[in-house]
């Protein structure tokens, strides 16, 4: 089994920036990618960001160009830069892992317990 340990959430002014971090441990022999998923009251949980053992990423359309996913396989962790924040970035941001790759919530491998985002305006 995996274990995912997030942080880095917080409040932040439209404009501002924040890092979420997520620490994997436990099988982490197992993991090709690891991501960012997040979910808004009322809406259901969708994929920001991922990456793959091999450094391949991508993104949402909705955070190109603002989001940042990087990873560093020493330290079995992966983090995701956001910048320029918006009020509906608003969620709560779930790190996962997968064996194989993130897409269908219901497939993903591993979940961390959540962060919460909130950008005020």
């Known amino acids: 089994q995996v274990q995912l340990v997030e942080s880095g959430g917080g409040l932040v002014q439209a404009g501002g920036s924040l890092r979420l971090s997520c620490a994997a441990s436990?099988?982490?022999?197992?993991?090709?990618?690891m991501g960012w998923y997040r979910q808004a009251p009322g809406k259901q949980r969708e994929l920001v960001a991922a990456?793959?053992?091999?450094?391949?990423?991508n993104y949402a359309d909705s955070v190109k160009g603002r989001f940042t996913i990087s990873r560093d396989n020493a330290k079995n962790t992966v983090y995701l830069q956001m910048n320029n924040l918006k009020p509906e970035d608003t969620a709560v941001y779930y790190c996962a892992a997968d064996k194989v790759l993130l897409g269908v919530v219901s497939f993903v491998d591993s979940w961390g317990q959540g962060t919460q985002v909130t950008v005020s305006s």
């Open positions: 436990g099988s982490i022999f197992s993991i090709n990618a």
């Open positions: 990456i793959t053992s091999g450094g391949s990423t």
